[in-house]
């Protein structure tokens, strides 16, 4: 998810063109909201490469594919009239499907971008923080085997636990 939000908003930002046409009619500023939601796009890029910052990096992710959901309803709407009106040539109807496919296709990448996950891993793994782990020293006792002093501490053992 890391690598389609830097791309995606990449292209936002360098080809706003491409993303203008998506933006709903009522909507004023069309670069503007274009730049902005690719601007949106890189901050939570960067934000979910970072652990410390993955989880609200999520949250914002999914947050905007809420808001950018009416551009893509938009696509969705424009692909269909294009067909209806101009015919239904082969690149319409493919056109048509992908945007109308495109819509149900958020909601998974809404959840997948609530998920706490390590987008950046290459073992595509999971990682999810626990509590912290605190390594704290075991008591030492005297030692009272043969040919050891009494008193003399055993070697020193680590305990490690979470909070």
């Known amino acids: 998810m890391t690598a389609a939000f830097l791309v995606s ?13 998506i933006v709903p009619r009522g909507l004023a500023h069309r670069r503007a909201l274009v730049h902005l939601s690719g601007a949106a796009e890189l901050a939570c890029a ?10 609200l990096a ?9 808001a950018v959901f009416p551009a893509n309803v938009q696509m969705a709407v424009d692909a269909h009239r294009a067909v209806v009106r101009r015919g239904p040539s082969p690149s319409r109807r493919l056109r048509r499907a992908l945007a ?21 891993s290459a073992s595509g793994h999971a990682t999810r923080p626990g ?21 003399a501490p055993q070697s020193t053992t680590w305990r490690l636990t979470s909070l």
Do not use: C, K, Y
Request: aromatic letters at 2%; zero cysteines.
């Open 46 to 55: 960067v934000g979910m490469l970072n652990p410390t910052t993955r989880r």
């Open 131 to 151: 509590p912290p782990i605190v390594a704290t020293r075991a008591s030492s006792r005297p030692a009272i085997a043969a040919g050891r002093r009494q008193g």
């Open 100 to 120: 109308l496919t495109r819509l149900p296709l958020q909601v998974p990448l809404i959840m997948w971008a609530l998920e706490d996950e390590d987008s950046a």
């Open 9 to 21: 908003g990449t292209l936002h930002i360098v080809r706003p063109q491409i993303f203008e046409p």
């Open 58 to 66: 999520g949250r914002a992710a999914a947050a905007l594919l809420v």
